[in-house]
């Protein structure tokens, strides 16, 4: 079987995924600290255990997803692998490519980053983040590797 | 550029938007007035209403409907206000439909349905009425090759018909439809004599239960009918380049689909189904993608032992020799036994909940049921690749086993959980290109890698 694909994700990505998954921890955790306050005595627990399980989620995860990431772009397709508990390994045939799309929204460019998003016609398969004269790159290519898209 | 003057649809369109609108119209008008406690006469007030002000809006809109061809696209104007253009570029068409409704029939036209790729139904252009000579025209325009001699068909007698209704997979539709419709009249009810709602007089279990098997017995006579009403006359036939599918009894429906954009094809058996080795053929294209699982249906009803070789006639670039799949190992018997089981326990929980206790046998009784699907999903799953065609079968609620052309995949993977990877077991799914997946669990990771590795180019 060939090897994995090479290729990590620029370390802005690991900044932006920290800082989502904070964001949403903290978000929990104020449900928490509001179910606390609404229905006193039942579960004082409740907040400790959200922000306890926040902070470790927080410490490991991003940092984990971050470090197994890989992508490549091959000579017929795409492959990217990711996951930490659950891996999954992708194969994207470049012939079956209808469109790709670089986004940039307001919370990536904090962390200088694009989304490249390529369209099937079952879906669309997205690399998190990458610079964007990477992600202007790789879709060149790809583009230069789509002949006619007659055939579906 | 040449581009001919814009069309208007046949105004047998008005007729069939009218009527469509006012049968929500006028469904909601009666049942408001019901609700109410109105009398018939307000409800008839608004009924007609109801009629005149959808004819009207239909009128308007009809008039600002229109379609044109050009050298490389069609193109459909509609709306009133904002008006909004379609347009589909000529090598971009997958196949054009017709349906031929009752009002339709009344008027001698058809409505035209032009197939576009994608995920949604709501991309095509719908041509709600065109003569039968535009419909010809049109259709040789968007590149559709006229029927040849076929090289093959297939017609659902009326024994295969009944057969089809009476093992009907869309049970679990018609159930939840007549809990609503009961819901309702509950309700009605319950206004009307300002008593107690029928649901609170199931009091005893065997009221329940009778409850039960009466709404059973009435899901099953309407899945049976609608059945009937959606595959009689159905037929289906092969020339060299096209597939075609004719189907319906008031709404008659012609599909036609070119053989090489079919993606691969869905054997299902389903619970009804399964059982008696019956099973039906499902089409996945593009085009499709969406779309509900009648208008997806290559052959409501096949025998399983003869699946393979019927879809060898009707599309030979999936036929494969005979042969068995890779199954997996005896050791992830119990990955698959035991979530079913847990499913089944966490649904025998909820009315010894919810209910009564005394209804706690339900519990061991769905705990087992679960794990003798798990069984049965273990021994369903696998796959294989057999020339150009990759073969994925799983356990949903049906057994699935998808046919798909190798090189029309759309994505493939490899899924690994850090459970399987301990016991060195991993997943194959394949995408198709209406979106649909096909998903061999827990099988021998060097299998599954293997294959993983002979799908790539």
Known sequence: MRGEPTNTLPDGVRAMWLCEDAIGMLVLLGIALGIGAAVDALMPWLPLVVAAAGLAHVVLVPRERYRRYRWDLHEEELELLEGVLSVTRTIVPITRIQHVSVERTGWTSVFDLVRLSVHTAAGETKIPGLEPTRAAD??????????????? | MTSEPPRQLHVAAIVVDAVRSMLQLVGGAVVIAIVQGGTPGLAAVMAVGGIGASGFVSWITWRRKTYWLDD??????????TPDEKVVPRARVQGVDTVTGPIQRLFGVVELRVQVPGASSSDEIVLAAVTRDEATRLRRELGQPEPAAPD??????????????????????????????YALFDNAIDVEEGGEGLLSRLDSPGSVALAIAVLLGAAYVLSFLAAI?????????????????????????????PLERVDGIVIVEGLARGPFGLAALRLETAAHGGEKAVTRTLLPLVRRAEAEAVIARLVPGLAIEPG????????????????WGLGGAALGVAPVVLWTSAAWPALPALALLGA??????????????????????????????????RHRLQEHALLRTHLQARASLSDLRVTVGSGGKGRARHLETATAEAAFAALRR
């Open chain 2, 324 to 339: 068995e799949l890779a199954r997996p190992p005896r050791r992830a018997l119990r990955r698959f036994v035991v979530p």
């Open chain 1, 138 to 152: 790789v879709r060149d290519r790809i583009l230069a590797r789509l002949r006619t898209p007659d055939d579906l």
């Open chain 2, 229 to 257: 009403v959606v595959f009689a006359g159905f037929e289906v036939e092969r020339d060299a380049q096209v597939l075609r599918i004719r189907r319906g009894l008031l709404e008659r429906r012609a599909q036609s689909i």
């Open chain 2, 152 to 181: 093959a068909r297939i017609r659902l007698g009326r024994r295969g018909l009944l057969l089809t209704a009476l093992t009907s997979p869309q049970i679990s539709v018609v159930v939840s439809a007549v809990a609503g419709v």
């Open chain 2, 372 to 405: 003798v699907m798990g069984l049965r999903d273990y021994r369903g799953a696998g796959v294989r690749l057999a020339g150009n065609v990759v073969v994925v079968r799983e356990v949903r609620i049906a057994r699935r086993t998808l046919l798909a052309r």
């Open chain 2, 72 to 81: 490389v696209a069609l193109h459909y104007r509609s709306g009133v206000f």
